[in-house]
């Protein structure tokens, strides 16, 4: 087997907004694998996530140099567990390899086009008038669940905005999800919990920052919207962290982000986590290329759920990886006929 690796910056049509900041651009690492005589070249994404990634750290390259050159040298794989990303793109490369056809790593009826995956319209923080426009234009394109991530305005505003969709559909006709990325303080978030309440909400992702154990099992056990975990789940590397969370904090759902989690493997674990503490759960997308969202798809749609799939990043990018991904009538699809175009990547 040999290896190598090469490194694209992803550039996005507009800012991306979230309660740490804008993105204009983004890092993706892809991981190569091939074998002697077969002229099939499988690929993975790293997707490291400036800000967020627990592996965002000095000597992120170097690992990838010591990864490709212990597969070239046939020697023993360092050990990943301190980099999830690189983990997951490993694993991605190997099972694409193993099943040696473009973009095929858990084979089933979504990868030949016969089902597809219901997920979330995201609506990207921004001025009141453009999240209004956001949201209408999920609203025409099929979505049933609308996702909203707030945190940067005036939260009156966003009340408004949530005001504007429940005037005009009920829950049973449309789900909406708003996702704070810990932009309440402790001692605010649950008077403003009760707000949001009135407005019949799926759940509210990460209301306040992670680490704060306390406050946030305080918060899960009083909230009259049930609490998902996003960014408390980020660098529990260990498995006996990952059940003390569950067991301090007790949340009603969790959001797995295998970029961030590790090879799916890790996600397996939490989700048996999650079933073991009676938490829901869904999978998300964490701004990685087509290659990444297309593993991360296929993934969850081996995993089952009943839950809405965050899998609606693959539209953000001027330069993103050409592929059989679609979002139609609120559903990602996979076309088999149509072909992937790798050749904006080095």
Excluded at 125 to 135: E, G, K, L, R, W
Excluded at 149 to 167: D, H, N, T, V
Aim: proline residues 5%; glycine residues 8%.
């Amino acid at each position: 087997m040999k290896a190598r690796w090469a490194k694209h910056t992803l550039k996005f049509r507009k800012a991306a907004q979230t309660s740490r900041g804008a993105y204009l651009e983004k890092p993706a690492y892809y991981l190569y694998l091939s074998e002697a005589n077969n002229d099939f070249v499988a690929i993975g994404e790293c997707g490291l996530l400036p800000g967020l990634s627990y592996d965002d750290k000095p000597g992120y390259e170097q690992q990838l140099d010591r990864l490709v050159n212990a597969i070239n040298d046939k020697e023993s794989l360092p050990p990943l567990h301190e980099w999830p990303s690189i983990a997951l793109g490993l694993e991605m490369a190997l099972l694409n390899l193993k099943h040696g056809e473009d973009g095929i790593i858990f084979p089933s009826a979504f990868t030949k086009g016969e089902d597809a995956i219901p997920i979330n319209g995201l609506v990207w923080m921004d001025s009141a008038q453009n999240m209004q426009q956001q949201i209408e234009e999920k609203l025409r394109e099929g979505f049933s669940c609308i996702k909203l991530k707030i945190g940067a305005i005036e939260f009156e505003r966003e009340l408004a905005l949530l005001a504007s969709i429940r005037e005009r559909f009920g829950p049973g006709e449309i789900e909406i999800r708003v996702d704070a990325n810990g932009a309440f303080k402790p001692g605010e978030a649950k008077e403003k919990l009760q707000k949001l309440a009135a407005f019949e909400l799926h759940s509210i992702e990460q209301p306040i920052m992670a680490g704060q154990w306390e406050d946030m099992a305080a918060l899960c056990a009083e909230s009259p919207v049930p609490i998902a975990l996003d960014e408390e789940l980020i660098g529990l590397i260990d498995a006996e962290e990952r059940e003390a969370a569950m067991e301090h904090i007790k949340p009603q759902a969790i959001v797995l982000k295998p970029s961030l989690l590790g090879a799916f493997s890790v996600s397996d674990e939490w989700i048996q986590l999650a079933e073991d503490y009676g938490a829901r759960w869904w999978i998300t997308s964490a701004l990685e290329s087509n290659v990444g969202l297309n593993a991360i798809a296929q993934y969850a749609y081996a995993c089952g759920g009943s839950e809405q799939q965050g899998l609606g990043t693959g539209r953000l990018y001027t330069n993103n990886v050409e592929g059989p991904l679609e979002i139609r009538d609120g559903h990602l699809h996979h076309l088999p006929k149509r072909n992937w175009d790798y050749s904006v990547l080095p």
